[in-house]
């Protein structure tokens, strides 16, 4: 499968052997990519709009992987057990409705080893979330596509430190 460059970079940062939970999967193509490349070894694909959702399913379908990879309908994290994936995956939403999506379950965030995290709006304010969270983001990439840039990041639970009133301001944790 061909998936974007931003989309392959996203998936990229994805550790191999991981159980993925990908958020707001639209499409599925990310674990459907991550599953045929052997890079993970289950997946649960989410999605808060059934017509998504029900795509992601038949391209799931369409590739072979029902054994493989889950479909659920879900707001956010609401349909992911604690400890249920390693990678959580959200990619392609604004900063406020992913620091939402994360801050309602945030126990369930910081159980998974690692998050893929890709913001597109409010990016200085959505790291400050992420360090005040406990989330320390470990490595960035950013990918231009079409003309737009998309800043990637992985972070991980368990390091909380307090921001320098630079960062405060600006954002630039890394």
Known sequence: MQISRRLQAIAEMVTPGSRLADVGTDHGYV?????????IVFAVASDVRPGP?????????????SDYI???????????KKGEADTILIAGMGGPLMERILQERLETA?????????????IPAFRRFLAKAGLCVTQEKMICEGGKYYLI???????????????????TIL
């Open 31 to 39: 674990p459907i990519y991550l599953m045929q490349s052997k890079r």
């Open 70 to 80: 889950e479909v659920r309908l879900s707001d956010g994290l609401a349909a992911l």
């Open 110 to 122: 910081c159980a998974a080893a690692e998050l893929i995290l890709q913001p597109q709006s409010e």
């Open 153 to 171: 990041m992985k972070a991980v639970p368990g390091r909380s430190y307090s921001l320098t009133a630079s960062q405060e301001r600006f954002g």
């Open 53 to 65: 959702l029900a795509r992601a399913k038949q391209n799931i379908e369409e590739a072979g992987l």
